[in-house]
């Protein structure tokens, strides 16, 4: 509104809604210009507000999800974590054994390609 602009021809300073320098003459379209502009953003703000009203009300929503999403996935974890648990408690105990095992067969392995090779 008290906005002021200088002319491009003659530097003068005047009211940015004037259409034309009142010095010197020259048309100043974006005076009109400004005024769409204006209404514009007044359009586009609205339409901001909403979108912020909306999105808070979705934000609710969502946080309620996201939520229970992520208790969800704390108690899948925890279980997945309680049979890794388990399963490694169990599995250290039969290691040895497994270990010995494995040892026995490598060694079965080893004896069957040197036997290969000798032939
Ligand atoms: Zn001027």
Redesign the pocket.
């Known amino acids: 509104m008290g906005q002021k602009i200088i002319?491009k021809?003659?530097a003068?300073e005047f009211d940015a809604n004037l259409v034309r320098?009142p010095?010197?003459?020259?048309a100043y379209a974006p005076a009109e210009e400004k005024e769409y502009m204006g209404k514009l953003e007044a359009v586009r703000e609205d339409l901001h507000q909403e979108i912020q009203k909306g999105d808070r009300r979705i934000g609710k929503k969502m946080g309620r999800t996201v939520r229970n999403i992520l208790i969800v996935i704390g108690v899948i974890l925890l279980l997945v974590f309680g049979v890794l648990w388990i399963t490694a408690r169990s599995e250290r105990a039969g290691s040895d054994r497994k270990k010995q095992e494995f040892l026995q067969n490598q060694g079965i392995t080893t004896q069957q390609e040197v036997e290969t090779d000798g032939m």
């Open positions: 002319c021809s003659c003068a320098c010095y010197c003459g020259t």
